[in-house]
Structure formats: structure tokens, C-alpha cells
């Protein structure tokens, strides 16, 4: 696929911004957070791959990527699950398997418990759980101010290996991170980093996972800086339907710096075979 292959739907008054390929059983891929974060700049390394074997859909959540942002909509976990369903309703899936990046994945999860009926497989990468202590990368996105070098600067705390940080996906991530609204929207997800002190971050708790029934893989980085691994182990400790896949030498982005073994693991757990 490439970039102007995205398309647009109205979902929960939002006019939403999406890619959609291949054909066969419907896999949600949704992204995480992050200055300039979208579903293109997450997941455009993997569908043309997982497109092969699934319908492959991968929407801009409300307020990131090329999705409206609107200043008077509060935006909370509640509105993201609804969003996500009046989507699914616009491009005609009853239900769906879905990967969710990070923030993605929570989403993922909000879905599971709030919209149960609409989710067939659950897949969690990078997933904050619990609470624990604000890492540089979310402290880092939240004063990100929009420019080609802070986009470097912060993009560099995300992967293990940082020569997959190229000049085109910083260059791209920046132009989206400059767009009205962008950063604003970001703010309302991300902690403020105090001044005086750590700062802590919630994710869902331990005690409402546990009610995901949904067949769960859960996938973390070693070496993750943004989401430490301790939240992907207390998932797995507390979902009752759930594998975990610790990934060594990775950071935040399971999918894009361990991609083959990523698209192995996925296919097979969603049921389309290797890849």
C-alpha cells in the first residue's frame, strides 16, 4: 500500500482516516501514541504482509494521525471504545480480531471489557498496565515541541536499535506532529512529567483485566524505554486467556524491529498460519 492509499469514513462524528487491504477474517490494527503518531507511520512496515491472509483494517484513532481532533470532545477511553465501534459499524465488521500498539492496545482492552461481543482475538504490544513510573519516552512526548530535530531526539528513545530511525519516517512524524491539534490532543493521554519528582502512569488495572475473555497474546519488548516490560508481565499474570512473548534486543516497536518473528507469532496465534 502506499500513504495515498488512505481513505475517510465518518465515525462518531469524526471523519476518520483509515487503510484497508486484503480480504478474509477482519484484523484491526491499531496505533499508539506519540507526537506524529499514526496508522500509517505504525503499521504501513506489516500490511501489505498480514493483507495476504486477513482484512486488514487500520484506522488514525479520534484525535491522532489524520482523524479529526475537535476541541469541545472530551477524550477518554470510553469515547476511543466508541469511536472504535461506530468505525467498525462504518466499514461493516460485527467483529474482529485486533493488534493494539501501546495506547492501541489499551484501546484493544477497552474493547474486550466494554464491547465484548465485537472481539474475537486480542493482541496487546507494548501495553501499559498497572501503574508505574513515567518513562523518558512518555515524559518526552508530552513536552515534544514540534520540530524535525526534537522528532529525532524522541523517536531515538523508542527502538533498540535506533538506525531504523530513517530521515523519511522522522520527516514524516514531524509534518503529522505539526498539525493543528496534534500535540494538544496528545497532552489530554499523556501525564504532565512534575517538576518535583517521579510521575506515574496508570494503565488498567490488574483487578479489571482479569475479565477480558477474549484469547489474548501478549507481546513486549526487553529493552522497551516508553512501556516498561513489567506492564506486558502483569497482563499476562492477570489475563486468564493469555500467552506472553518476551522479544530480547527490542524496544517499543515490536512489529517494525522484530518483524518477521512478530508476523510468525501473529498469524499463528490469529489463525492464518506463518507468514
Known amino acids: ?12 462524528g469524526h471523519e476518520t482516516a483509515y487503510f484497508e487491504c486484503g480480504a478474509g ?10 507526537p506524529g503518531v499514526s496508522g500509517w507511520t505504525n503499521w504501513s512496515g506489516v500490511m501489505d504482509q498480514l493483507a495476504e491472509k486477513f482484512r486488514v483494517i487500520v484506522p488514525d484513532i479520534a484525535g491522532f494521525g489524520f482523524t479529526e481532533f475537535k476541541e469541545e470532545t472530551h477524550y477518554d477511553i470510553k469515547f476511543w471504545v466508541n469511536h472504535l465501534v461506530e468505525f467498525m459499524d462504518a466499514v461493516g465488521i460485527d467483529k474482529a ?16 471489557l466494554f464491547n465484548p461481543e465485537r472481539l474475537d482475538k486480542l493482541v496487546l504490544l507494548g501495553t501499559p ?8 519516552g512518555l515524559a518526552g512526548a508530552w513536552l515534544y515541541e514540534p520540530s524535525v530535530e ?6 531515538e528513545l523508542f527502538p533498540y536499535d535506533t538506525s531504523l530511525i ?12 505539526a498539525r493543528a491539534g496534534a500535540q494538544d490532543a496528545l497532552r489530554k493521554l499523556i501525564p504532565q512529567p512534575s517538576t518535583d519528582g ?4 496508570k494503565g488498567f488495572p490488574e483487578k479489571a483485566v482479569k475479565n477480558i475473555k477474549a484469547p489474548t497474546l501478549v507481546l513486549h519488548g526487553r529493552e522497551d524505554n516508553v512501556v516498561p516490560v513489567q506492564c506486558g508481565r502483569a497482563l499476562a499474570e492477570n489475563i486468564p486467556n493469555s500467552d506472553l512473548y518476551v522479544f530480547g534486543q527490542c524496544g517499543h516497536w515490536v512489529q517494525t524491529e522484530q518483524k518477521q ?3 510468525n507469532i501473529l498469524c499463528s496465534f490469529i489463525g492464518g498460519g506463518l507468514a
Open 25 to 34: 477474517a477482519p484484523l484491526l490494527l491499531l496505533h499508539g501514541s506519540g
Open 198 to 201: 517521579e510521575t506515574l502512569v
Open 166 to 177: 530513517t530521515g523519511e519516517l522522522v520527516q514524516s512524524r514531524y509534518e503529522a506532529s
Open 150 to 155: 526534537n522528532m529525532r531526539s524522541l523517536m
Open 97 to 112: 480480531s485486533l493488534v493494539g500498539n501501546s495506547f492501541g492496545g489499551a484501546v484493544g482492552i477497552g474493547l474486550a
Open 1 to 12: 500500500m502506499k500513504e495515498s492509499d488512505r481513505k475517510f469514513i465518518q465515525a462518531a
Open 261 to 263: 518473528k512478530f508476523l
Open 129 to 136: 498496565a498497572g501503574t508505574f513510573v513515567q518513562t523518558k
